[in-house]
């Protein structure tokens, strides 16, 4: 190492902005700056090997400093001073001491910092690591570093504490860096740990550039106002009182004055070019005198004794650290849009709010602070490129899903409590805070599949998911008051030969004129809950704070009845529909313009402008859905013109689920209605066509089309070889004649049809025999509940199922005499009120609810929320469907 101090070399040396000091920090002190980078390279290495210092020669030493290392990425702690540890270390817990007794280092209203574990940097050099791997961080960190790290003991140590001109000339060199195609030296001398006191010699070298001082007894640095070119100063763990005491050297950057006796801030207006400030450690209650310093990045106030934040107004910071302070709140941060790194920890703050403007805050550490409530994370939600939060050891934490709920609220964290926020964690943030309606869907549907598991084994005559036609569903979907309830009412009282409409239930209370059980089924929250839990329900739904909910009883009613179901309900509801095992056909009926359709809304004078806001936004997720999964929707037919939706939507019911037969049934009906059908020429019934149409669009050879446990059962199992394959067809087959009634067998017993009126042969491969059979039982029975085949070809269970009950193995054909009275009497009354029912449906001012003939016949919405198309007023384009339902009610009354 040469040893100068020949100011010749001033004039080589210039005033290098601080990157290039940080880098010529790290360069060994050579004469051949050729050699630099490889020797860099090496001393890293060793450096990291050993923990310690290693200067070019090889011989161990001081690192360039303390504060050179915060310059360098590398931390204080792995550059120590190789001479006097045990001294080092006895001065630093003297001065620890000193500090608790002060009450300095206490944060949380005197709670000591919690002990520094070498291994874990979380402490000390939290800030470091929390804030980056900036250079005033580490040397806040690195005065913190384990007393193990310290500096050992120095050999050359001052006995009266006056510095030499010898040991100088031994300490200083001349730092070397490279630019493109120059070279620059400065002067650089280090005197860490040397006990001194008296620095007063270094008046007369007037160039140096680095000057660190570290671990001394150092109380007077006046000697600085004769360094104009000094542009890093290390004078920490020193005794030094007075703030800046010297003359400004104008290119003062960097500046390190952590672990000094210093009170009061001063003036700084002088150090323009002041890039980093650590005064960590000292006992300042108050921060000012920065105002003018316009280049300042980077400033550690750890551990002093402030209560305000102030005097930072509009200054470039982008690292900031007041740990260990006793602030109570965030304030005068609002103006530092530049801050990335921000270290409160250790204080008494309650609130987050003042850090709403950081709009690039990256790093927040509030470690060791009093914040109790989830929801202050609020005021940073905003902040998109915050990504490490360390909230450790605030009353917040005992919050119930305290990790979930700020995951939720701060998706772009990466780093939590120093813990690394997973992919799993964010999603399951998401889906349990703001499920995606698909998650939702699920999780209804897998509620109700399991409650339905729960329940005794149910036997349902129509909707057998194992039927090998699915079950015909229409479900009307859309926003709320897009119009689709009373287009169902419509439909189903219009094609009341074909659609029934199936009743929700609702824990909302009923619109004026709405009626339990036609409009829905009203019932409390508590009834909702418990049908939950009976496995009543297929679907439910939460919508403004009312549950909706179809149960699988209201399609088996509309079912019974030989009819379609035809039902309306909202997307998530579709989306639950979707996983079950009905296979409905959905239109999608969607406002396209947004202004007629609030109007509609506003109109109907029942909502609140918050309901109103949410159903608007709700247009989105049905376009939403379009775009995203095409074919989700069988059909979408815009609806802001009330006049047209309708014929539109019948013309795509018919064209669509209906076939051309039932459309030329249905207007021979309306041309010919006093015509009489012979029993033997009665074409197939509505239903029977209409499941056939739904069946010959679905591939039997497609296993992906065949009903749902053989389409589960697929998708479940692995593949089979094809012997097993055949052996399954076999049993199938036998299971399916069994069923079907072709052979007999235990599922004769279980499957038998109440078929009074048709042979059990004709009965299974015919389905128009056993519409017939249907009918026939109908009115021959007079139940409304008829336990006949509802045109599916399969025969009813439920009958079956009371059989067993009743004990008859015989059906239907077996009766006791009781049995036979009250069909007898049932059937009488049943016929007064058909006959009733058909005058009443018969008479031109009569408004029935559609789907059903025996249903009291009331208005299908309230009066107050009609729209033009009330039903009754409305024209058919096939005459008058509900004269030909009538005559042939008539028709079947007088049979
Ligand atoms: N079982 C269900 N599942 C999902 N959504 C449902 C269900 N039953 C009803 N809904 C839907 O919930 C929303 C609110 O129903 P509600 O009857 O309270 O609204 P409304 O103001 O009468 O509007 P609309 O005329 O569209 O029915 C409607 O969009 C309705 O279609």
């Not at 849009?337 to 950081?358: P, T």
């Not at 009813?796 to 009766?815: K, M, P, Y």
């Amino acid at each position: 190492m040469k040893k100068t101090t020949k100011p010749e070399f001033s004039s080589a040396v210039s005033p290098e902005p601080l990157t290039d000091a940080a880098a010529s920090a790290q360069a060994p002190s050579t004469d051949k700056p050729e050699g630099n980078r490889a020797m860099e390279v090496k001393q890293k290495t060793l450096r990291r090997k050993s923990g310690k210092e290693v200067n070019p020669k090889g011989k161990e030493t001081t690192s360039p400093g303390e504060f050179s290392s915060a310059v360098s990425p590398e931390p204080l702690a792995d550059a120590p001073s190789s001479d006097t540890p045990e001294e080092n270390r006895d001065m630093e817990m003297k001065q620890e001491t000193s500090r608790q007794k002060s009450g300095e280092g206490e944060g949380e209203g005197g709670e000591k910092e919690e002990e520094v574990n070498p291994n874990n940097r979380e402490t000390g050099q939290e800030f470091s690591s929390a804030v980056s791997p900036e250079p005033l961080a580490d040397a806040a960190a690195s005065t913190e570093a384990p007393s193990s790290d310290k500096p050992e003991e120095n050999k050359d140590k001052v006995e009266n504490g006056v510095l030499t001109a010898e040991l100088i000339s031994r300490r200083i060199s001349q730092m070397g860096r490279f630019g493109i195609g120059l070279q620059h030296l400065y002067h650089h001398l280090a005197l860490p740990n040397y006990n001194l006191s008296d620095v007063s010699i270094l008046c007369s070298y007037v160039h140096l550039q680095k000057l660190e001082l570290p671990h001394n007894k150092i109380k007077d640095l006046s000697c600085v106002s004769h360094m104009p070119y000094l542009f890093i100063l290390d004078a920490s763990h020193n005794h030094i009182s007075d703030f800046f005491g010297f003359q400004p050297p104008k290119n003062l950057k960097v500046a390190n004055f952590s672990y000094n006796r210093m009170t009061k801030m001063k003036d700084l207006s002088a150090y323009l070019c002041l890039t980093k400030l650590d005064l960590d450690y000292n006992g300042f209650s108050e921060i000012s005198g920065l105002e003018q310093c316009t280049m300042l990045t980077h400033l550690s106030l750890a551990h002093n004794r402030i209560s305000r934040i102030s005097g930072l107004y509009n200054l470039p910071l982008s690292h900031l650290c007041l740990r260990g302070n006793q602030l109570e709140r965030i304030e005068g941060l609002e103006t530092i849009k530049s801050l990335q790194f921000l270290d409160l920890s250790l204080n008494r703050i309650r609130s987050l709010s003042g850090l709403q403007n950081l709009c690039i805050l990256s790093s927040l550490n509030l470690k060791k602070n009093l914040i109790s409530e989830i929801k202050e994370c609020k005021h940073i939600h905003e902040l998109s490129l915050l990504r490490d939060l360390n909230l450790l050891q605030n009353p917040v934490q005992e919050q119930q899903d305290y990790r979930l709920s700020v995951v939720f609220l701060l998706q772009h964290l990466t780093m939590l409590d120093q813990e690394k926020v997973t992919a799993e964690e964010k999603v399951s943030s998401v889906n349990k805070y703001d499920p995606p309606i698909e998650v939702v869907a699920a999780r209804d549907h897998m509620t109700h599949l399991v409650y339905q598991l729960m329940q005794p084994q149910m036997l349902y005559d129509s909707t057998l998911p194992s039927a090998d036609s699915p079950y015909p569903i229409l479900v009307l979907t859309g926003p709320q008051g897009c119009g689709k309830r009373e287009l169902a009412h419509r439909l189903c009282q219009d094609l009341n030969e074909c659609f029934g409409y199936g009743i929700c239930h609702t824990t909302r209370g009923p619109y004026f004129g709405e009626e339990n059980g036609i409009d829905y089924h009203f019932v409390s929250e508590e009834d909702f809950q418990n049908m939950i839990h009976m496995g009543k329900f297929i679907q439910t739904m939460h919508y403004g704070g009312h549950r909706y909910g179809l149960t699988r009883d209201a399609i088996e009613e509309v079912a019974r009845d030989g009819l379609a179901c035809c039902v309306h309900m909202e997307l998530e509801g579709v989306l639950s529909l979707k996983n079950s095992f009905f296979e409905p056909r959905y239109v999608l009926l969607l406002p396209t313009d947004v202004e007629k359709y609030t109007g509609h809304l506003k109109s109907r004078s029942i909502y609140e402008p918050a309901q109103i806001d949410v159903a608007v936004s709700r247009i989105d997720l049905y376009t939403n859905t379009i775009e995203q999964q095409p074919g989700f929707f069988d059909n979408v037919i815009p609806c802001d013109d009330w006049e047209e939706v309708y014929p539109t939507l019948r013309q795509i019911v018919k064209e669509y689920l209906l076939s051309e037969e039932l459309k030329g049934e249905n207007n021979n009906r309306a041309d010919d209605a006093s015509t009489a059908h012979e029993p033997d020429e009665k074409p197939p019934s509505p239903l029977s066509t209409l499941m056939s149409h739904f069946s010959a669009t679905l591939d039997p050879s497609d296993p992906a089309h065949a009903n749902y446990f053989t389409r589960i059962q697929a998708e479940l199992s692995p593949q089979k070889n094809p012997t097993e394959l055949a052996s399954i067809r076999r049993r199938e087959q036998l299971v399916r004649e069994a069923v079907m009634g072709k052979s007999p067998g235990v599922y004769s017993l279980l499957f038998k049809s109440s078929t009074q009126n048709a042979p059990s042969s004709q009965q299974n491969s015919d389905s128009q025999h056993l519409e017939e059979s249907r009918e026939t039982h109908t009115k021959s029975s007079g139940s409304e509940e008829s336990h006949a085949s509802t045109a599916l070809s399969v025969p009813t269970s439920a009958a079956a199922f009371e059989e067993q009950v009743n004990g008859s193995a015989l059906g239907h054909a077996v009766e006791t005499p009781k049995d036979h009275l009250e069909s007898d009497q049932s059937a009488n009354t049943s016929r007064a009120d058909s006959d009733h029912l058909a005058a009443v449906a018969s008479s031109p001012s009569s408004d029935r609810r559609p789907g059903s003939n025996m249903k009291p016949l009331l208005p299908p919405i309230p009066a107050g929320r009609k729209t033009p198309l009330v039903p009754s007023m409305s024209p058919s384009p096939r005459g008058s469907p509900n004269t030909a339902a009538t005559e042939e009610g008539q028709t079947n009354t007088e049979q």
